[in-house]
């Protein structure tokens, strides 16, 4: 089955999440269109990661509903063997990497590909090699164990595990924190260019202004239990009747890479 | 293909086909290419070709992953190997540019990837007796660390950490007088019941009580409840400062210039030295009644009896040995315990392995000591 471009990869609708007495979201709703990068984003602890979660059923909800390419995925059981392999759909790379200590970078991307696949070792070995190289790693580091090698490396390899079963939606948290100005700007390059390949839907939670005018192509800003807004990165940083998410792209950080963009954006045209 | 599908979700796949059509040039292909359809024998159809040009036509596929590419690559150079040549492969669009994002990407057989260096056994062997080695001397050269430590304790520049010898002593020595205690009373029932027909062989019925004496407040109690300990209180130190180890809260009290061996490690030893005695008197009281209580109904010796005897022929000096030994004791469990702790490196498996080493070591080295102690006695003489 192709991608629908007209048909939402994700839709939720009147979401509800309730810890301990006290609503997370409240009638969330938000329509994900594929074949783009969307970037949540929010104040902090105000349930960027919870809503992720929620999405790919790590985390049970309390009410509403949540759809994948039209199949009503929450209330599906977790144990169904056809559960998971809609669910292999989604894949998420977690903010540490989450890579196994314990194994090599190259077993590491196999590993998912030997859970879920019939296919020979050395063949699976093969192609959890391709997965690393679309990801530009160099091979002196697949043999290596996960703390061996950099930070930005081992996004990487997140990213090669996260691509392992060619998932349709790609979700990431947090891809470029922690990284240096240079590792960040060429993992942005990198998941711009496997996004457009792949014809990925990439679903990011970021804090990097940069990151987020250099590869988004929406915004969906969380505040009060909902999404507040959802439009482009432009629209959204011209919005001042949003105090607070005006004060995230205009305060003294964001101007700088509003200025730098808005620029580009006009010389480009 | 997916492992373990049902015939009923089996049926919602269309797989992966090939079909060679030689009178037209043409293989054709069809059928969704992604790694849920794809069967890993779907190639060999290639091994029976004959030689010419092919023109692969990709145009039916209904989907392509970077599996499908894989394939589809993997096609080409089957083809290409077995003397045929490929014109071309016609894929639309949207499956052309991951074909061509995958171009060229493949696992070649003189790649640094397939050069995995195995260790041979001498190697290994070489390996751990260096790494047995380097931990002897690290522990050896710890002990010293503590002992100077201990020795300078109560200068006044240095802040006893009371409250932290209080917890030590409240987790190791309280809340472990319940299990210690039931457990050597059980070893006393044991042995008594045990031994009783041997005594009754001989007539010795009273000897029981000689036997109980030195055997269980000598040997039996104090390496048990040590045993104990050290698989509930050392191995819990060592996962508490491998936590901490791994969080850098270590780093950060050194940082601060507070010696850890003095803030987290002296505590602990301290609290082990005061409760581990404490516990092995409990647990000798406790393992001599359970051999008292279970005299009486097998062997016929009355409580009255039983405790006359004891006060005559077994000397005092047994318990004092179990109680200095378990000092000993003591000091290896709480050494051991945070020698393994600082060890873990900035791993959470790290940590698992180093628990396990602690407990390891200090039941191995509590009965070395204990072995010892036994050859020391009876080199002095002291019965």
């Known amino acids: 089955m192709r991608i629908n471009n007209e048909q939402p990869i994700i839709e939720i609708r009147k979401l509800g999440t309730k810890f301990f007495d006290e609503w997370i979201h409240k009638d969330l709703d938000l329509t994900i269109y594929p074949n783009r990068i969307v970037t949540i984003i929010g104040a902090s602890g105000c349930g960027k990661t919870t809503l992720i979660r929620e999405i790919l059923m790590l985390q049970p909800i309390t009410c509403g509903e949540i759809y994948l390419m039209g199949e009503k995925i929450s209330t599906y059981d977790l144990e169904d063997p056809y559960t998971k392999r809609v669910l292999s759909q989604m894949s998420m790379m977690f903010q540490q990497g989450a890579l196994y200590n314990s194994n090599t970078v190259l077993e590491n991307v196999m590993f998912p590909l030997l859970e879920y696949t019939d296919f020979s070792y050395s063949m699976v070995r093969e192609l959890a090699y391709q997965k690393l190289r679309l990801t530009g790693l160099k091979e002196v580091a697949y043999n290596k164990y996960p703390k061996e090698i950099s930070p930005g490396m081992q996004k990487r390899v997140a990213l090669a595990r996260t691509l392992a079963l060619d998932p349709r939606v790609l979700f990431l948290d947090e891809p470029t924190a922690g990284l240096d100005p240079n590792s960040a700007a060429s993992f942005d390059e990198?998941?711009?260019?496997?996004?457009?390949?792949?014809?990925?839907?990439?679903?990011?939670?970021?804090?990097?202004?940069?990151?987020?005018?250099?590869?988004?192509?929406e915004i969906v800003y969380l505040s009060n239990k909902q999404v507040t807004l959802h439009d482009t990165v432009l629209n959204a940083s011209n919005r001042p009747d949003i105090p607070d998410l005006y004060q995230y792209f205009n305060g003294t950080r964001g101007k700088i890479s509003k200025a730098y963009y808005t620029q580009n954006v006009k010389g480009n045209n | 293909m997916y492992k373990k599908m049902t015939e009923n979700n089996r049926k919602k796949i269309s797989f992966a086909t090939i079909e060679v059509i030689p009178a037209e040039n043409k293989i054709i292909l069809s059928g969704e290419w992604t790694w849920v359809s794809i069967n890993e024998n779907i190639l060999n159809i290639v091994d029976s070709i004959n030689k010419q040009n092919w023109l692969i036509d990709g145009l039916e596929i209904k989907r392509i992953d970077t599996t499908g590419a894989?394939?589809?690559?993997?096609?080409?150079?089957?083809?290409?190997?077995?003397?045929?040549?490929?014109?071309?492969?016609?894929?639309?669009?949207?499956?052309?540019?991951?074909?061509?994002?995958t171009q060229g990407i493949q696992l070649e057989k003189n790649s640094i990837v397939n050069e995995i260096v195995h260790q041979t056994a001498i190697e290994k062997i070489t390996n751990l007796t260096v790494d047995f080695g380097h931990t002897t001397l690290q522990l050896i050269s710890f002990f010293g660390q503590l002992c100077y430590t201990l020795?300078?304790?109560?200068?006044?520049?240095?802040?006893?950490?009371?409250?932290?010898?209080?917890?030590?002593?409240?987790?190791?020595?309280?809340?472990?007088?319940?299990?210690?205690?039931?457990?050597?009373?059980?070893?006393?029932?044991?042995?008594?019941?045990?031994?009783?027909?041997q005594f009754v062989t001989y007539g010795a019925n009273v000897y029981v009580v000689n036997f109980l004496g030195i055997s269980l407040l000598?040997?039996?109690?104090?390496?048990?409840?040590?045993?104990?300990?050290?698989?509930?209180?050392?191995?819990?130190?060592?996962a508490s400062l491998g936590t901490m180890k791994v969080q850098e809260e270590i780093d950060a009290l050194q940082t601060m210039g507070i010696s850890p061996v003095?803030?987290?490690?002296?505590?602990?030893?301290?609290?082990?030295?005061?409760?581990?005695?404490?516990?092995?008197?409990?647990?000798?009281?406790?393992?001599?009644?359970?051999?008292?209580?279970?005299?009486?109904p097998l062997l016929g010796i009355d409580f009255s009896l039983f405790i006359e005897r004891m006060q005559g022929n077994v000397s005092i000096n047994n318990f004092w040995i179990g109680i200095l030994k378990s000092v000993f004791f003591a000091w290896i469990i709480g050494m051991v315990g945070c020698f393994c702790g600082f060890k873990v490196k900035s791993s959470a498996d790290s940590v698992g392995i180093q628990t396990t080493r602690s407990v390891v070591i200090s039941i191995c080295l509590i009965i070395v000591v204990d072995a010892l102690f036994a050859i020391i006695f009876k080199g002095l003489g002291i019965k």
């Open chain 2, 70 to 101: 894989y394939f589809l690559h993997k096609l080409c150079d089957c083809l290409t190997q077995l003397g045929s040549k490929v014109t071309a492969v016609n894929l639309i669009l949207e499956d052309q540019k991951l074909f061509d994002l």
């Open chain 2, 151 to 197: 020795a300078t304790l109560f200068k006044r520049e240095y802040p006893l950490y009371v409250k932290g010898i209080a917890d030590t002593v409240s987790n190791a020595g309280l809340k472990g007088i319940l299990i210690t205690s039931s457990l050597c009373f059980l070893i006393g029932v044991n042995l008594t019941y045990q031994m009783a027909p």
């Open chain 2, 262 to 296: 003095r803030r987290l490690v002296m505590p602990q030893i301290i609290g082990l030295l005061v409760s581990l005695p404490i516990l092995t008197m409990l647990a000798d009281v406790a393992s001599m009644f359970g051999g008292m209580l279970f005299a009486g």
């Open chain 2, 218 to 238: 000598r040997e039996v109690t104090p390496l048990l409840t040590a045993i104990i300990i050290a698989g509930r209180t050392g191995s819990a130190i060592t």
């Open chain 1, 190 to 217: 990198l998941m711009l260019n496997l996004q457009q390949q792949l014809g990925l839907t990439v679903i990011m939670i970021t804090h990097d202004l940069d990151s987020i005018w250099h590869t988004s192509d």
